[in-house]
């Protein structure tokens, strides 16, 4: 059996948990040393996992000191980048970072860059992937069951980077990782919104045209319906996808929708119930990237390249709405263009206040952001 892979991980709020629980499913890790300011967050994650492992209010220090394999990027958005490069300069053999790949394309072209000259495995939490359901249906398309996907559905809200990353990432997953070509969009701001300290827009609505001739088509906050997964209409039949199931309606099916609920590689629905999809695609994630550091496999399903082109998704409904254009992909700003219309005036605060929407996850004194680099 190979040898147990040591973990490290940087940023100690929820979603790291995510991570940690994928790591300790497997069997194939040992997390040995956490960093994050707060020194409560880490006792925290060692309680909850009964973990013995190192603190490190200095993440550098950590990265030089314990000799890691793996490491977790669990931060806010605006320390994906930081944090990824300065593990990839201490070469571990993998990173996973969580998504959003980082606040803009230029910061996300720079963690590909860093770890392809220091051969590090680069990984976007876009654990959905791994989830039964989701490969179901990427099975299904490929086979031909709703004949050629015609438009894909999904319902979104606070803030595009944030919710929707994963829906981009899944529409290039279901369709065998085919390329968008185009994409057209229009955005509102009238509020000062923020989400893990990085500006989101009020409400979005984006179409996106892939290479195969799928279209698909983003509604962001303006629908009281939100949630992962999708409506998918083909030319000879339908899937309603969700995190947990999909229905399927095509001949074969007689008219009538057939739900299918797969079991996961490490649990069920039944099992886990509404933590189904954390605690599979954490773990199906980590097992994948084990495999992929011992060359069992060629590559990873989240390698970066795909966490860099969901996020080109959705940046590019932010071009389209600055530039008032449809947006060819490759997308060629490299900077965040939210940010851009907001500090060039092009969108005007009517109700003015800031306010962060994970403002509740912050300890202490915080209120905007506990990242420090």
């Given amino acids: 059996m190979s040898e147990r892979l040591r973990v490290g991980v940087i940023g100690c ?15 194939r890790y040992d997390v040995v040393a956490l960093a994050d300011l707060n020194e409560s967050a880490m006792a925290e994650m060692d ?34 980048a930081t944090w990824t490069i300065a593990a990839a300069a201490r070469k571990p053999k993998a990173i996973i970072c969580e998504k959003p790949m980082a606040e803009d394309l230029g910061r996300a072209e720079e963690m590909i860059v860093a770890c392809r000259r220091n051969g590090v495995k680069l990984v976007i939490g876009h654990q959905r992937r791994f989830l039964p359901a989701y490969t179901m249906a990427r099975d299904l398309i490929a086979k031909g069951a709703i004949g050629d996907v015609q438009m894909m559905i999904c319902f979104g809200h606070d803030g595009l980077p944030n919710y929707s990353s994963h829906q981009t990432d899944m529409w290039r997953y279901l369709l065998g990782d085919d390329e968008c070509e185009w994409v057209m969009g229009n955005l509102e701001r009238k509020t000062e919104r923020y989400e893990r300290n990085t500006r989101i827009e009020d409400n979005a609505i984006g179409v996106f045209q ?50 299918h609920e797969p079991a996961g590689k490490f649990f069920t629905v039944a099992e886990k119930g509404d933590r189904f999809e954390w605690v599979e695609g954490a773990a199906g994630q980590a097992d994948e990237l084990a495999d992929w550091i011992e060359g069992k496999v060629d590559t990873h399903r989240n390698r970066g390249e795909n966490g860099y082109k969901a996020l080109e998704m959705l940046m590019a409904v932010y071009e389209s709405a600055r530039c008032h254009e449809k947006v060819i992909l490759p997308l060629k700003t490299r900077l965040n263009p939210l940010d851009l219309m907001i500090d060039s005036g092009q969108l005007t605060i009517e109700r003015p206040g800031r306010y962060d929407i994970r403002a509740f996850l912050l300890r202490g004194e915080s209120m ?3 990242n420090a680099s």
């Fill in 13 to 27: 709020g929820g979603i790291s948990r995510n991570h940690v629980s994928g790591y300790l499913t497997t069997g």
């Fill in 47 to 80: 309680a909850r996992f009964d973990l013995k492992t190192t603190h490190y209010t200095d993440a550098r220090q950590m990265l030089d000191v314990e000799g890691l394999d793996v490491i977790s990027i669990c931060t806010w958005h605006a320390g994906h």
């Fill in 210 to 259: 892939f290479k195969c001739g799928a279209r698909a088509l983003l509604l962001s906050g303006v629908t009281p319906i939100v949630y992962q997964g999708a409506h998918i209409y083909g030319s000879a039949g339908m899937i309603n996808l969700t995190t947990e199931n999909l229905q399927l309606l095509n001949q074969d099916t007689k008219g009538l929708w057939e739900t």
């Fill in 368 to 370: 905007q952001s506990d």
